[in-house]
């Protein structure tokens, strides 16, 4: 370590009020890890020569390799200002898209942020992103312009310019976190209103009906908006090593001018401007055309200082500024024959950019003891439950975060956001240190003394040789045996002792170290912690184990997602090194060793058993690239289930799954990410060969309304419903009707379910999509209330479901959604899919979804036995559809006959709210029988009478024997699994009877390119079945910025291609966007003679659908439909006429 010495750092975890625990977010390369760079060398730990150039903090070849930063790395600096000592926790986090989960374990655990912005970029996407996720955690950012020299050097502004431009990227900053605030104060003063329950603010008699900014006017926004008055920006060239802040400044001006410090503070930035002759500072430069002060006394300084080194390379003007400026630099240096070098050694000492950086951060960041009490509190809310509604002990842990006690008795509270893997040997424990004087003094004493027996020896060994020898062999079994021997032996041992060797087992073995934070109490090593499922209750775990972990003995009471386990050793993170510790005291950043047994990602950790666990970290990248992979030499399968687990674990995003299919699936969140991931794979943790197959492209399915006209536009008659019909074979337990009613009955014809799909309105599947999350609470809401439960959840959520509620009635209008909403039996896939399973059958009034939200219970839950086994077979029909089993979506199957029939003596019907006379709860056959013909579909008619024939001579019988229990088991017995699958069945005909068509996973992105290589980025975008969006001209520089939509399908070596074509002027991000229906449908053949003239015979060349299906088929096995020869007498034998 450099000149901060470990026992420093140790005293100084100890004072939480100066500690800052936070991280480097930007776009990528804004320059984090560079910034990084200046204040890791600030510390001694790496020279500032080479700062900015090493990428301390990049510690993988990799990430050295390609410039960008791939995970988050920590390391603890020490800072001192005035009297203050500081410890900095700084973790710096990737920019890329692909891992931005690491952004989200980051920050996690820091109470601040430093926002870097490229000065000549502004506001990139990552930049939106990672400010919403700053203030998702309630995290408190600072920013950082970086890159000033681009202005200079690149853009050739005038200072005036730069001004001009600076301001803008300012506005741009603050508006992204000013619509991020005002959402907020929006919904807490929404939340306010309810609590009140008062009439709502209108101001009586005026003609305001409704004043938005309340509410905002009061709430304090000062601290939210980065200002540089307000010193929460610092402008800066982290490759030169400068940076300043206003702060700076205005000291150094108030020294030489006689202003007072108060005064320039507020006036160097902004619309002010010096009047010599008044010596005074007035306002309103722009409008009087005057330079602003921060031109004048800031920026036209570093301007010429540029000007003088790096553009005319003027040597006395150097000299004469370097002494005016009180700054020395080595001679070597200032001869350099690169002007860079000088600069930076200048501007390093005059504006040295850690220091105004980390002063910023010790001054407007919280420490650990000023963490909010709203992020506790959310913290704590796991799921979708109130703070409040958590028991009293757990509201009372509260008080233990905001205190950050040292105490004995506080309970330890430690986060732990994911797990790093790192090499056995680079632990402390196994790495070979540097001696200390003492032990080199008892080394060389030992040397002497070992010169010294083994001279003794050889003159004994020539006497005696045989006994020497035995003497060595039984050297275990005999310690009384030749005095020098043994002597010469413990001599050994010493050495042995004083050698640190790394143990053989552990070479190259992967060890995991948890990145964690402490909360509250003191960690200490060989601790004994709890640590909390996501899943788990403290409300059980308090009622089980009162007396929390203090007197935990091996056989403490099993309570569900609780285990226990010990900290085997603390680290300090040091970047590339780690350090041991003892124990780490509240507030502080910290790596846990011993845990990957217990922790597979991410994991909260407690001596108390009321701690709930922490809220899942929140990812804003959707994995969706996936590739199966499997070992070169079949044998060294073992080894790669191995690797593929380790990379799991060590990896917050990465996904390993096995397929239905049995091959074994790695899913990431975009090319980079997979390109490392299988780096891993190969070198790291399977440290086999493997091969990957091409990514397996996710596709969606869906049904379309009936298209109006054809692929030669013409207008199309009935002849559509034929083509589409096809597909569906009638049999005698399958009847399709003409408007796409199928009908299925199963096996043993105890029951018919007719059903008909139906495709959504566009926005409803993307409304469901983006609301899975509550549809899940919902759906957790409506367990909880079958299985005669209560879940409170928070007033939010509620309102939340009630707002996706109305949103739904809103998009679903119509005849034929009337009243739909209300009828929604379930969602799917996997319960909170993107498709609906409708209630439409005659006379079963069972409960919708929402109906757990209702407040007031009625007693009618009248729900049907085997109504879960519907909901299963949608759920199965939804997961994988008949085109090429991929996931449905935006489909509605509408269940419109459900018919039971079932001999009395096996089994019956019934159901608990069968009593109420309003509602017609369970439709015994009886009822089926016995409805009037007419009101059912067109197609039931038949299958009523044939139905419900049999049952008629039974319905007495069924009447008079209701046996309670009997017919429960029947839910789970082997007639379930008929009825599921005929629901299935049903379900897939049902969608094969209408249009079906492919959905693509869509990507966007944003390219920034010059207007020399527009036109080759639009040729590479064209290509690619790319769409253009929009192409706008960035302010202020001659870049474009465009904005598009590419398949995930064709996106596969975009981001190179265009780099490539454009020379590395263009580079793209690329992000999950959303699916869009494919147009053209995969199932057309050319029907009429126009159409056979425009596409030929076989029709497949510009059938994009069904290319991507049959690909898809192919890859599962499944049967394709191809003609492989077409024309017999026209092969050829390629290699002949090649
Ligand atoms: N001109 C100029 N270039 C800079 C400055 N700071 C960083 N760079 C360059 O910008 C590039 C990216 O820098 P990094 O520090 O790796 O950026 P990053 O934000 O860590 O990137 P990721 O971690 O990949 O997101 C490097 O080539 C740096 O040399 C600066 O102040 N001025
Ligand atoms: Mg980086």
Known sequence: MGHTSLDKIKALQKNP??????????????????????????????????????????????????????KSSAISLHYASGEKDYLINLIDSPGHVDFSSEVSTAVRLCDGAIVIVDAVEGVCPQTQAVLRQAWLENIRPVLVINKMDRLIMELKFTSQEAYTHLRKILEQVNAVTGSLFTSKVLEDRADKEKQKDTEPTDCPGSEQVYDWSAGL???????????????????????????????????????KMGIRGEVLRKTLWGDFYLDAKAKKIMKGAQAKGKKPLFVQLVLDNIWSLYDAVVTRRDKEKVEKMMLSLGVKVMARDSRHSD????????????????????????EKLPSPLDIPSE??????????????SLPAQTQELKTAFMQCSHDDTAPVIVFVSKMIAVDAKSLPQNKQRPLTQEEMAQRRELARQRHADRQATSQQTDSEEG????????????????????????VLSQMQALTVVPKQEDEGKEIFVAFARVYSGVVRRGQKVFVLGPKYNPAEGLRLLPDGCNSLSDSFPAVPHLACCTLDSLYLLMGRELEDLEEVPPGNVLGIGGLEECVLKSATLSTSPALPPFIPLNFEATPIVRVAIEPKHPSEMPKLLRGMRLLNQADPCAEVLIQETGEHVLVTAGEVHLQRCLDDLRERFAKIEISASKPIIPFRETVVTPPKVDMVNEDLGKQQKVAVQHQVKESDTLHLDPSGLVTLTTPNRQATVGVRAVPLPEEVPLLLESSADLIRTLEQMGQAQRDGRVLEISPRTRDALLEMKSKLEGLMQGRRWRNAVDRIWAFG?????????????????????????????????????????????????????????????????????????????????????????DTISSQSPADSAGQPEGQGEAGRVGEAGRVGEPAQAEDAMARVRRPEDAGVLDCYGPFSGQLIAAVKDACRHAFQAKPQRLMAAMYTCEIMATAEVLGRVYGVLGKREGRVLQEEMKEGTDMFIIKAVLPVAESFGFADEIRKRTSGLASPQLVFSHWEVIGSDPYWVPTTEEEYLHFGEKADSANQALKYMNAVRRRKGLYVEEKIVE????????????
């Open 17 to 70: 009020a100066n500690i800052r625990n936070l991280c480097i977010l930007a776009h990528v390369d804004h320059g984090k890890t560079t910034l990084a760079d200046s204040l890791v060398a600030s510390n001694g730990i790496i020279s500032s020569r080479l700062a900015g150039k090493l990428r301390y903090l990049d510690s993988r070849e990799d990430e050295q390799i390609r410039g960008i930063t791939m």
């Open 467 to 490: 006994n020497a020898h035995t003497g060595s062999t039984t050297q275990t079994t005999s310690p009384s045996g030749d005095n020098s021997i043994a002597g010469s032996r413990s």
């Open 1127 to 1138: 024309h017999g007498e026209k092969q050829r034998t390629l290699g002949k006429n090649k």
């Open 829 to 917: 896939p996997r319960r909170h899919g993107p498709n609906i399973l409708l209630n439409n059958v005659e006379g079963y009034q069972r409960p919708s979804v929402w109906h757990c939200l209702e407040q007031v219970r009625e007693g009618d839950s009248a729900i049907r036995d085997f109504d879960n086994s519907v909901v299963s077979g949608f759920q199965l029909a939804t997961l994988s559809g008949p085109m090429c089993e991929e996931p449905l979506m935006g489909v509605c199957f509408s269940v419109e006959n459900w018919e039971m029939n079932f001999p009395v003596q096996r089994t019956h019907l019934y159901s608990i709210g069968e009593e109420d006379s």
């Open 217 to 255: 006017e009061d709430s304090d926004d000062s601290q939210l908006y980065f200002s540089p008055d307000q010193g929460s920006v610092v402008f800066a060239s982290a490759i030169d090593g400068w940076g300043f802040s206003i702060q700076q400044f205005a000291t150094i001006y108030s020294q």
């Open 375 to 388: 992020r506790i509190e959310k913290l704590m809310s796991v799921g979708a439950r109130r703070f409040d």
């Open 339 to 362: 002007p860079k070098v000088l600069l930076s050694a200048i501007c390093s000492q005059w504006l040295p950019v850690s220091k105004a950086v980390l002063s910023m951060v010790c």
